[in-house]
Nanobody
Framework: QVQLVESGGGLVQAGGSLRLSCITSRSIFRLNNMAWYRQAPGKQRELVASITPGGISTNYVESVKGRFTISRDNAKSTMYLQMNSLETEDTAVYYC?????????????WGQGTQVTVSS
């Protein structure tokens, strides 16, 4: 059983910052692509950012470029999403994904989600 546990969500004013974390089993974490997704009410789950196993390559959805940073610490089996200059449109449940393949394909294992609410 693969478990991913997210933390760090909360309520923040527009322009503020939050840092999400996702931790999982060490034996599989370092071998897999990882990603953050989000899902707002009434909308489809959206890929936010992805990162390769070594952390060398990252990709972001256009709407968060320059504001969000994805990173990982393989020694701690933890992935992060630093979110700055938050906007109300960023309000969603954020999910950690292990086993990301490519945009448009929902693959692998998922965390339970952490709520991010950005107020105006």
């Amino acid at each position: 059983q693969v478990q991913l546990v997210e933390s760090g969500g909360g309520l923040v004013q527009a322009g503020g910052s939050l840092r999400l974390s996702c931790i999982t089993s060490r034996s599989i974490f370092r071998l897999n692509n990882m990603a953050w997704y989000r899902q707002a009410p009434g909308k489809q789950r959206e890929l936010v950012a992805s990162i390769t196993p070594g952390g060398i390559s990252t990709n972001y959805v256009e709407s968060v470029k320059g504001r969000f940073t994805i990173s990982r610490d393989n020694a701690k089996s933890t992935m992060y999403l630093q979110m700055n200059s938050l906007e109300t449109e960023d309000t969603a449940v954020y999910y950690c994904n292990l086993g990301f393949v490519r945009p448009g394909v929902l693959n692998g294992y998922w965390g339970q989600g952490t709520q991010v609410t950005v107020s105006s």
